[in-house]
C-alpha cells in the first residue's frame, strides 16, 4: 500500500533536481558577491517583530527578482521575494542574525544591495512558530482560519484541537498528482486556494496543517526533507504536543484515506529526514 501512495510523487524528481540545480547554482554565486554592497534599491529590514520570531523585508521588485538570505551561525535559508513586502521566520531561535538583499544583475548573477544584524531574543523560541510567514500566510478572516475555529472552540486540549484539524483536511482534500512537476522552483502554497480548490501536494497541505494549527495557538512547524513514506522532496508538519515536538504527514495520510489504508495522526519522527524547517 505504501508504494502505491509512494508513486504518486515519482513526477517530482525531475522538478527536485532542477530545484538543487538552481539552489546549487545561486549559492555558488553568492560566494563571489563583493563585500562592497551596490546602493540599496530602497530596500528596507524591520526587525520590530523580531521578538515574536519573524522580520520584515520590503523592496521594491520592479521586474528584477529579488532573494534573501537569513543565517544565523552555520545555517543559512534563502527565500524569493514574491511580494513587494514579505515577512520571513527567524526560526532559529534567539541569538545573532544576518540578514541580506540581493537583487538580480543578469541571468543568475546577484548583487548585494543592504545587509543587516539583528541581535533577536525571544520569551519563548516556540513564538517563531505561531507566525504567519511568506509560506505559511494566514489571517484570521480566511475561510480556513474560521474553519479551524469551528473544528477547535469546543474542545479541550490541545491534542483534541489538532487531531480534529488534522482529520478535516486527510478527509476533506486531495492530493493533486496533475499539480506535480509543474511548478516553478520558486512555488509558494497560497493557503485559501488550498482551501477552496480542496487538493494540493504535500507542500500545500504543509502549509494549510500549519496555518490552521497556529491560528488556534499552537506551535507548528511547516518541515522540508525526505522520509520512505514518499519518492523525493517532501514536506510535512511537526507540531508541539504535550511538551515535545512530534511528526504529522497530513498529505501521506490522506493518500492513505482514499485508498482506505491504515495511519496514524503522529508519526516515527525517525522516519522523516528533516532538511529545513519553517
Known amino acids: 500500500m505504501r508504494k502505491q501512495v509512494a508513486a504518486s510523487c515519482r513526477k517530482k524528481r525531475a522538478e527536485m533536481k532542477n530545484l538543487s540545480a538552481l539552489i546549487i547554482t545561486f549559492l555558488l554565486l553568492m560566494t563571489h558577491v563583493p563585500q562592497a554592497m551596490a546602493a540599496p534599491?530602497?530596500?528596507?529590514?524591520?526587525?520590530?517583530?523580531?521578538?515574536?520570531?519573524?522580520?520584515?523585508?520590503?523592496?521594491?521588485?520592479?521586474?528584477?527578482?529579488?532573494?534573501?538570505?537569513?543565517?544565523?551561525?552555520?545555517?543559512?535559508?534563502?527565500?524569493?521575494?514574491?511580494?513587494?513586502?514579505?515577512?520571513?521566520?527567524?526560526?532559529?531561535?534567539?541569538?545573532?542574525?544576518?540578514?541580506?538583499?540581493?537583487?538580480?544583475?543578469?541571468?543568475?548573477?546577484?548583487?548585494?544591495?543592504?545587509?543587516?544584524?539583528?541581535?533577536?531574543?525571544?520569551?519563548?523560541?516556540?513564538?517563531?512558530?505561531?507566525?504567519?510567514?511568506?509560506?505559511?500566510?494566514?489571517?484570521?478572516?480566511?475561510?480556513?482560519?474560521?474553519?479551524?475555529?469551528?473544528?477547535?472552540?469546543?474542545?479541550?486540549?490541545?491534542?483534541?484541537?489538532?487531531?480534529?484539524?488534522?482529520?478535516?483536511?486527510?478527509?476533506?482534500?486531495?492530493?493533486?498528482r496533475s499539480k506535480v512537476g509543474t511548478l516553478s522552483p520558486n512555488y509558494l502554497p497560497d493557503v485559501e486556494r488550498t482551501y477552496s480548490e480542496?487538493?494540493?501536494?504535500?507542500?500545500?497541505?504543509?502549509?494549510?496543517?500549519?496555518?490552521?494549527v497556529r491560528s488556534a495557538g499552537i506551535p507548528a512547524k511547516l518541515v522540508k526533507g525526505y522520509t520512505p513514506n514518499a519518492i523525493g522532496y517532501h514536506a510535512w508538519n511537526e507540531v508541539y504536543l504535550n511538551d515535545q515536538w512530534v511528526t504529522l504527514d497530513a498529505a501521506y495520510d490522506s493518500q492513505m484515506d482514499d485508498l482506505d489504508g491504515e495511519y496514524a495522526m503522529i508519526k516515527d519522527s525517525n522516519l522523516y529526514q528533516k532538511v529545513y524547517e519553517y
Open 41 to 176: 534599491a530602497k530596500a528596507s529590514i524591520s526587525t520590530e517583530e523580531a521578538g515574536r520570531g519573524r522580520v520584515r523585508v520590503a523592496c521594491p521588485l520592479e521586474d528584477t527578482k529579488v532573494k534573501v538570505l537569513v543565517e544565523k551561525g552555520g545555517s543559512k535559508y534563502f527565500y524569493t521575494m514574491a511580494d513587494e513586502e514579505e515577512a520571513l521566520p527567524l526560526q532559529l531561535g534567539s541569538g545573532d542574525y544576518k540578514v541580506t538583499v540581493y537583487e538580480n544583475i543578469a541571468d543568475n548573477r546577484y548583487r548585494a544591495v543592504l545587509s543587516q544584524s539583528i541581535s533577536v531574543a525571544m520569551d519563548d523560541d516556540r513564538e517563531a512558530f505561531l507566525q504567519s510567514i511568506q509560506s505559511i500566510e494566514w489571517d484570521d478572516d480566511m475561510e480556513a482560519i474560521l474553519q479551524a475555529r469551528l473544528l477547535t472552540e469546543d474542545l479541550g486540549t490541545d491534542e483534541e484541537k489538532v487531531a480534529a484539524i488534522h482529520q478535516f483536511i486527510v478527509e476533506n482534500f486531495s492530493y493533486d
Open 198 to 212: 480542496r487538493k494540493g501536494i504535500c507542500y500545500d497541505y504543509a502549509s494549510l496543517l500549519a496555518a490552521m
